[in-house]
């Protein structure tokens, strides 16, 4: 909601400076203004898809505190870190950020890099082809020493290592999207908020 004030704002000052010219071009105020209300939809647009994203994130969260694991943490039983449930179509696999990055750092663990290889495997043997979204999620904590400007970058971030750890052991990079949640999601403790999760539409 801010961000559509702030661009809302923005398009009445840049009528209001084009208003100021003492002999307006008409046709280039109209070109001028046509540009600022295009960027306006697609900001809105933008806003919209990013909040219907978070409260499905939200849901889910949610659903999966709430609900047993059904019979997809079966494909993923034993790998360190790593929790599966299956929540509509879509099979959650939800990874410890403690397991795969040090304290506010995005670059993987070489430990990590083991549990991943396993979720690599299942995904070739009994998902193979299937659309994928690696969401990066952090604990509420604000960001105080660390290189990221927010939890939403860190976030984002460590998304993005998963995402190209996938791409580099074979899956293909066209059908893996990313984002970040921030701590729009926390769970119960810290620890749980702080995970990736690779979300697979079955």
């Known amino acids: 909601?801010?961000?559509?004030?702030?661009?809302?704002?923005?398009?009445?000052?840049?009528?209001?400076?084009?208003?100021?010219?003492?002999?307006?071009?008409?046709?280039?105020?109209?070109?001028?203004?046509?540009?600022?209300?295009?960027?306006?939809?697609?900001?809105?647009?933008?806003?919209?898809?990013?909040?219907?994203?978070?409260?499905?994130?939200?849901?889910?969260?949610?659903?999966?505190?709430?609900?047993?694991?059904?019979?997809?943490?079966?494909?993923?039983?034993?790998?360190?870190?790593?929790?599966a449930s299956r929540i509509g179509n879509e099979v959650h696999v939800s990874i410890e950020g403690d397991v795969l990055f040090d304290s506010g750092k995005a670059t993987l663990k070489d430990s990590a890099k083991k549990s991943l290889d396993k979720i690599v495997g299942v995904l070739k043997q009994k998902y193979a082809g299937k659309y994928i979204r690696v969401?990066?999620?952090?604990?509420?904590?604000?960001?105080?020493?660390?290189?990221?400007?927010?939890?939403?970058?860190?976030?984002?971030d460590r998304a993005y290592s998963v995402r190209e750890f996938l791409v580099g052991k074979g899956l293909d990079g066209k059908k893996i999207s990313l984002s970040s949640f921030g701590p729009d999601v926390p769970l119960k403790t810290k620890e749980q908020s702080r995970r990736v999760e690779v979300i697979v539409v079955d």
Not at 135 to 156: E, M, Q, V
Request: glycine residues 6%.
């Open 1 to 83: 909601m801010k961000t559509r004030i702030l661009a809302i704002a923005a398009l009445g000052l840049a009528f209001a400076l084009t208003g100021c010219k003492s002999n307006p071009d008409p046709a280039a105020l109209q070109a001028e203004n046509e540009s600022l209300r295009q960027q306006l939809d697609k900001s809105n647009a933008a806003l919209e898809t990013a909040e219907r994203e978070r409260q499905a994130a939200e849901a889910r969260a949610n659903d999966a505190s709430s609900k047993p694991a059904t019979a997809a943490n079966g494909d993923f039983a034993g790998i360190d870190g790593v929790t």
């Open 135 to 156: 969401a990066g999620f952090t604990d509420t904590d604000p960001i105080k020493r660390s290189t990221f400007k927010s939890n939403y970058h860190l976030g984002f």
